[in-house]
């Protein structure tokens, strides 16, 4: 089997990297960029502190603060509005998921034209996007270095899924210092995002030997940083192995590709505009218990990065271990037990499975499933 591998071409990562990441950005010899953050981070002077810096290396910038958690198809034009009357050349992303995603669409539609929803599916685009710059805050979607790039239909109530090589960053930045100021309850989230790229890259149909070393040691990683990080956010030394924990999935996801747990996951954002982590950290557990009777031995060794003892179990036994392992992280985090605490209605359950079996996510689960057992995993997922 062949496989290509993407991930930027520059990815500047550590304690205080941000000021190296800015005499790198300086090189592109770039002229005036639009600032795509969220309005939290531009009211916190986050994003006009990347603004002074960028204007320390004699580069113009405008903020667009209206990345939205879950970005829609509105806020990619008004970004792309202001992008075009500011006579932007190139993007900064500055946040976590949400703005790097947002700024991928404009970036893409900027190059290419027509509508954001003309690239749901793979490959779509025909250029590369202009260029983008992703600065992380979280740890982690990992969008600061993916070809992923997931926008909210409103009208639809759905989230598309454009992957495609032209939305990947010109340059990645996860300093860690700008992740300290992240909550507990969005730490936990994030990083049960991560762990969920790991595992779901892991039992990829589309796994390789690349993705499988950069999955597992994700997972290990989480498993030893994600409650120090969650209990002291101040700690910068569990924050610093979060960021390196998150991309190491990105790179496992990047490239294996994910699951039914974010084809579901994306169903529950679209529709009742939830939290991403925390969608996909209750699914994770219910879905791999769906996948178990394929992938047992690939769960054995999911249980053994996360720290369980497996010696002498049966991979039957190994699968269990890594379900109770994901359970047991998502207790210590505090991640809500069920759907129904979400606010999810078993009613509507029908459309949510109708769609998530559309999503381009679910193709690599190594278990395929039918409209009625997507509807049954989100059933024990209440
Ligand atoms: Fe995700």
């Given at each position: 089997?062949?496989?290509?591998?993407?991930i930027?071409?520059?990815?500047?990562?550590?304690i205080?990297?941000?000021?190296?990441?800015?005499?790198a950005?300086r090189?592109?010899?770039?002229r005036?960029?639009?600032?795509v953050?969220?309005a939290?981070?531009?009211?916190?002077?986050v994003?006009?502190?990347?603004?002074e810096?960028?204007?320390?290396?004699?580069?113009?910038?405008?903020?667009f603060?209206g990345?939205?958690?879950?970005?829609?198809?509105?806020?990619?034009?008004?970004?792309l509005?202001q992008?075009?009357?500011s006579?932007c050349?190139?993007?900064?992303?500055?946040?976590?998921g949400s703005?790097h995603?947002?700024?991928?669409?404009?970036?893409?539609?900027?190059?290419?034209?027509?509508?954001?929803?003309?690239?749901?599916g793979?490959?779509?685009?025909?250029?590369?996007?202009?260029?983008?710059?992703?600065?992380?805050?979280?740890?982690?979607?990992a969008?600061?270095?993916?070809?992923?790039?997931i926008?909210?239909d409103?009208?639809?109530?759905?989230k598309?899924?454009?992957?495609?090589?032209n939305?990947?960053?010109?340059?990645?930045v996860n300093?860690?210092?700008l992740?300290?100021?992240?909550?507990?309850?969005?730490?936990a989230?994030?990083?049960?995002?991560?762990?969920?790229?790991a595992?779901?890259?892991?039992?990829?149909?589309?796994?390789?030997?690349?993705?499988?070393?950069?999955?597992?040691?994700?997972?290990?990683?989480?498993?030893?940083?994600?409650?120090?990080?969650?209990?002291d956010?101040?700690?910068?030394?569990?924050?610093?192995?979060m960021?390196?924990a998150?991309?190491?999935?990105?790179m496992?996801?990047n490239?294996?590709?994910?699951?039914?747990v974010?084809a579901?996951?994306h169903?529950l954002?679209?529709?009742?505009?939830?939290?991403?982590?925390v969608?996909?950290?209750?699914?994770l557990p219910?879905?791999q218990s769906?996948?178990?009777?394929?992938?047992?031995?690939?769960?054995?060794?999911?249980?053994?990065?996360l720290?369980a003892?497996i010696?002498?179990?049966?991979?039957?036994?190994?699968?269990q271990?890594?379900?109770?392992?994901?359970r047991?992280?998502?207790?210590?985090?505090?991640?809500p037990?069920?759907?129904r605490?979400?606010?999810?209605?078993?009613?509507?359950?029908p459309?949510?499975?109708?769609?998530?079996l559309?999503?381009?996510?679910?193709l690599?689960?190594?278990?395929?499933?039918?409209q009625r057992?997507?509807?049954?995993?989100?059933?024990?997922?209440f």
């Open positions: 089997m062949s496989s290509t591998f993407f930027p071409a520059v990815n500047i990562m550590g205080d990297c941000l000021d190296e990441a800015m005499v950005i090189n592109y010899g770039f005036k960029a639009l600032i953050t969220d939290g981070l531009a009211k916190a002077g994003a006009g502190m990347i603004s810096k960028l204007a320390m290396q004699d580069i113009d910038s405008v903020i603060d990345a939205k958690p879950n970005p829609s198809i509105d806020n990619v034009e008004k970004g509005a992008l075009q009357r006579a050349d190139f993007v900064v992303s500055l946040g976590g703005p995603d947002c700024a991928k669409g404009i970036a893409l539609c900027a190059t290419n034209g027509g509508h954001i929803s003309d690239y749901e793979v490959d779509r685009s025909t250029k590369p996007q202009l260029p983008l710059i992703a600065i992380n805050t979280t740890a982690g979607t969008s600061e270095m993916t070809r992923f790039c926008i909210t409103e009208q639809r109530h759905v598309m899924a454009i992957v495609d090589r939305v990947t960053p010109l340059l990645s300093d860690p210092a992740m300290v100021a992240m909550p507990k309850g969005l730490t989230a994030t990083g049960m995002d991560a762990l969920t790229h595992i779901e890259a892991y039992v990829s149909t589309a796994a390789n030997p690349i993705t499988d070393a950069c999955a597992l040691k994700a997972i290990t990683m989480i498993s030893q940083n994600l409650r120090q990080a969650v209990h956010g101040s700690d910068l030394v569990a924050r610093e192995n960021a390196y998150q991309f190491l999935a990105g496992a996801f490239n294996a590709s994910l699951g039914f974010h579901m996951a169903q954002g679209g529709f009742y505009d939830l939290p991403h982590g969608c996909n950290a209750v699914l219910h879905v769906f996948n178990a009777m394929v992938c047992a031995g690939r769960l054995t060794d999911v249980a053994h990065a720290g003892d010696r002498g179990f049966s991979p039957e036994e190994g699968a271990a890594a379900i109770s392992a994901i047991g992280l998502a207790r210590d985090v505090e991640i037990n069920g759907l605490e979400l606010g999810a209605k078993l009613t509507d359950i459309v949510l499975a109708a769609n998530a559309k999503d381009a996510c679910g690599t689960n190594p278990r395929t499933a039918d057992q997507i509807e049954e995993i989100f059933r024990s997922a």
